[in-house]
């Protein structure tokens, strides 16, 4: 089969499209043929040789994608061949989402519903995942809050817009485009700011009652911390998702407001989290109130260029791979 693979860290030149043997099912596992492969920012992270955990190349990047069952090893009767199915975690280094097929364990993979496109299903995992866990496990959020998703035009942000929304929540979101901003109240955001503009935080206080938000869900956390700390509403709660560099902020903003700050990282998803967030995800998917939004389709051989164009401003719903 075709695969991309890393053979040593480095820019997205290092992406390389090689043939590779066919990965074959262990016991429990399933092996998927590929139909759209997700493309996230951590797998630049990854690339890059900059990440906290990194795989000893050369290996396939990506977790995330979409396809059918191949077939299935010995032990699994959750899948037959020709299943329609959303990934949550590959066997990556040895077998990623950035290949015609990739080896799972069954127990990673979940049913993706008819009324979802292969190319929605490859934007499921770690978009949604981690916007229901910031939003449900983290700042268990409440219908009839406000959340502010700072950084919503973006996979994770039209998620936990989508999630907002369908929680019963007042959503206002941000993105630095006009294209971005009208992407995110198309997604039922009832407030949309410019985040590239002097006095966006100032309008999020008026249409807020001057309480501020009582959720936020961060997506740059090294620009804006401190932004979060001077707009969360009293007991609110600020959750990290993405983060970029340093910052300095005044702590003291916490405090008259009894507010928590809590730092996210999908992986630490305990395996009873996990199959709580996929029950959820997948609940809305069938039912339609989770509409993955795919703003770019490439081909597997330009993963490069997905690459690139992951990591820049004026973003829109996912960028997916196609094998
Ligand atoms: P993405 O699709 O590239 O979206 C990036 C988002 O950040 C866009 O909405 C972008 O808006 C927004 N942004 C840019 N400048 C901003 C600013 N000054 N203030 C607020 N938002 C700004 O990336 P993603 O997949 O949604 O992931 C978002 C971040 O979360 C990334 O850093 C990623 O690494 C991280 N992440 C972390 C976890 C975890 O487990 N903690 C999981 C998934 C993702 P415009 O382009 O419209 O300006």
Redesign the pocket.
Known sequence: MKAIRVHKFGGPEVLQLDDVPDPKPGPGQVVVRIRAAGV???DTYIRSGNYAMLPTPPYVPGNDCAGVIEAVGEGVTRFKRGDRVYVVRTTMPLSGAYAELAACDASMVHPLPANVSFSQGAGVS??YG?AYRGLHHKAHARAGETLLV????????IAAVQLGVAHGMTVVG????DR?RKLVQEHGAQHVLD?SAPDYLKKLMEVTGNRGADVILE??AN??LQKDIDVVARFGRIVI??N?GAIEINPRGTMGKDAAIFG???WNAAPEEMASIHAGLGAGLANGTLRPVVGQELPLKEAARAHEA?LK???YGKIVLIP
Not at 150 to 157: P, T
Not at 174 to 177: E, K, Q
């Open positions: 996230n920012p951590v770690v978009p981690t700072h950084g919503a035009s973006g996979g994770v942000g941000t993105a630095g485009t971005g985040h997506m740059l620009v804006n998702i993405g970029r996210l990282a999908l992951v401003s004026g973003a």
